[in-house]
Each structure stands twice: as C-alpha cells, then as structure tokens.
C-alpha cells in the first residue's frame, strides 16, 4: 500500500511539474540572431560539411607519405612446378618443395605525380567552397530570422491597434445605450454600435492566431522547443527614423555570397582541367622490397629461411591513351564557358534584385510619411465625429466609419514599416553584408 501511495505522489509531482508553463524567453533582434547562428540546424550542417573537407584535404596530403604493405603466403604444391630441358631424364624436372612459405615486405613512395599536387590544391578550393556555403546559410538565415523577428513585432503592433479598436467600439457602444437608455440616442444607433463592435472580435481572433504562428515560426528559425513561451522586444517606429537615414551603398554584388560561390566553382573547374592536363605526365615513384622465403618437404619451418631486398624507381610514361584525356579536355572546357555564362546571368539578375530592395525602401520611405500624415488625420477626424455624434450633429454611421479609417490607417502604417524591414533586408543579403543588428 504505501508503494503505491509513493508511486502516485511521485507520478503527480511529475505531472505537475510538467504542467507549470516554462519561462518566457524575452528577446531582442541581436539575442534572437545570436541563438539561431549558435542552434539552427543549417548552421550545424554548414559546419560539419567544413570539418569533412578539412578531412578531405589531410587525406590528399597524407597521399605524399609512403605506403608500407606487408603480406604472406603459403602454398602446398600438390603437383610441383617443373623445368624443361632434353638433359633431364624424361625431358623434365620438378622443382622446389611440397610446402612453401613467404612473407613480403613492400614501401612505395611518390617522387614525382603532379594529379597528386592537383588533388591538394583541389581540396583547398574545396574548403573554402564549403566557407562559402557556410557564409549562404549565414546570410539566409540572418533575412529569415529578421523577417520573422519583426513580423512577430508587426502582428503585436497590429492586435495592439485592434484592440484598441475594439475598446474604442466598446466605449462608443456603451455610450450610445446609456443615451438610448435616457432617450437621447435611436435603437437603431444602439444596436449599429453593438454590431460594430461584435464585428471586429474575429478580426481580434484572426490576429491573436497569426501572432501564435508568427512566433512559432521564429521559434523553428531559433531551434527552439515549440512549447517555449517567448516575448520579442523591438522598437517598431525606431525604423521610421531609420528610413530616413539608411544609406544606400553603391550597388556592388560582387560580394554577393552566390556570385562567390560560382566563383568558386569556376576556380574549381580550372583546377580539374589542370588536372586532366597533368595525366599526360610521368609518374616517378620510388619502391623497396624485401622478401622471406622458405620451402619444405615436411610441414615445419626447420628449414633455413632465403631472404632478398631490392630497392629502385617506377617510371610510367603515358604513350596513347585512346584520345580519352583530349576528349575530357574539351568537355571540361564547355563546362568553364557554361559557368562564365551563368556568372553574367546571376550578377545581372542579382543586380536587378538589389535595385527592386532600393527601389521598395524608397517607396516605403515616400509612403510612411503619407501614412503618417493619414494617421493623424483619422485621430482627429474620430474625435471630431465623437463630438458631432454627441452634439447631435453627427451620426453612428460616421462615427463607426471614422473609427475603421483610423484603424485602417495604422494598421497600413505597420505594414509600411514591415515592407522597408525585409526589403532592407534582402538589400543586405544580395549584397552580401552580414548586418546581425536591425
């Protein structure tokens, strides 16, 4: 009995203590980018592929050492090997022994093999092909996490204005019935507030669910657990600010983290032909061998072992090899022009991408102060139809219709700023610089 009580009590601590909501993460832009450059997964596939090219190139260069091998053999000569001669009695003569024994030693050494040197210097290319890489996925995930940073910021913003809305409606809404109630308002304005107000709740609903995917979304950017609880801290308007005194860099993609890595794979493409060339060579190498040996009748080592060494050099000269190198020649020649077109293509197009960010800062920029400007036309004209509506003057029609366009326009403010936040940040990205501040 008192093991099943201890049983239970364990079994509901542990279910309460995974009841209890973990603690809210609160981030900035800067903390956010920190965790996902040290826990997303792609930046720890980025850096294994680095470590396996390191490997890579230690295995080229371990291809100078020598290679020493040794083996042994045994053979039982059921039927021994014979010499030929009209002085043998027959014709003939067996040879050796019933059972024969050797162990062999052999080294090898490469004097001369310029593929080998190609290899290495192939390899090193690999290693930084795969920095490269790294530095894509660094940048890609930089844009990723600042969109989604600020989207969670932008939706905040956005249920802030709605729920400010919906508190205007409600207040409007309560007004109005104690008017009714005293005989200074119609049923029907009583009941347009009420339905007014009624009709923004799953617009309420709509964005508080889009803001739980947001931060999920960002939660999967950060390698986070889904069930971690966070809070973002940005400074939205900060940016209006920024707008005016972001400066645009002459539009160089040069460093762009794509065009390098084409770069690179051109510079690779000339390194293989230069490899292709380099089997029309000689390969010296240098050899030693030492061999021990021994035969018997009988099936025991008593015999005296024969030992022998021999050291020299491996000259092999390629004299016809079926036109094979040519041919591979060529074709690696075709694949260098076909990587210079491609070059041309993607720094055109990268080019056009970065003039379309430019171009979509500077209408963010035009139409923040437009935005800005409708803004606080719309406060001033729902204070105004407030007033006309109490006076009499006005009517709920034109309240509610003051209200939406005061909520309209906010909400197209944010979304002003949001649209300059990720089209400077792919600004960033094609140009290649990587910003880890907002």
Known sequence: MKVLVITFMLLSATALKAAVPADTLRLTVEEALEIALSENLNIKIAGAELERVDYLKQENWYALLPSVGASGQYSNNILKPVFFSDFFPGGKMEVGSKHSYSIAGTAQVPIFSMALYKNIQLSEIEIRAALESARTTKLDLIQQVKNGFYGVVMMQESLNVLEQSYKNAMESAENIKKMYEQGLASEYDKIRSEVAARNISPTLTQARNGLELAKLQLKILLSLPLSQEIDVKGDFDSFSGLM???????????????????????????????????????????????????????????????????????????????????????????????????????????????????????????????????????????????????????????????????????????????????????????????????
């Open 244 to 438: 005016l005194t972001y400066s645009i860099e002459m539009m160089n993609v040069e460093d762009n983290s794509n065009l390098k890595s084409l770069d690179i794979q051109l510079e690779r493409l000339n390194k293989s032909y230069e490899l292709i060339r380099s089997q029309r060579l000689p390969v010296l190498a240098g050899f030693a061998n030492y061999q021990m040996q021994m035969q018997n009748e009988e099936f025991n080592f008593n015999k005296p072992w024969a030992n022998s060494f021999a050291v020299g050099l491996s000259l092999q000269i390629p004299i016809f090899n079926k036109l094979s190198i040519s041919l591979k020649e060529k074709q690696t020649k075709v694949g260098i022009r076909q990587l210079e077109f491609q070059r041309q293509l993607l720094k055109e197009s990268l080019t056009l991408s970065a003039q379309n960010s430019v171009n979509e800062m500077r209408r963010a920029g035009a139409q923040l102060s437009s935005d800005k400007e409708a803004v606080d036309q719309a406060i001033k004209g729902y204070e105004i139809s407030k007033v006309r509506y109490s006076t009499g003057a006005g009517t709920v029609l034109e309240m509610n219709d003051s209200e939406v366009a005061l909520t309209r326009s906010r909400l197209n403010y944010n979304q002003t700023l949001y649209d300059f936040i990720k089209a400077k940040n792919e600004y960033e990205k094609v140009i290649g610089k990587e910003n880890i501040e907002k």
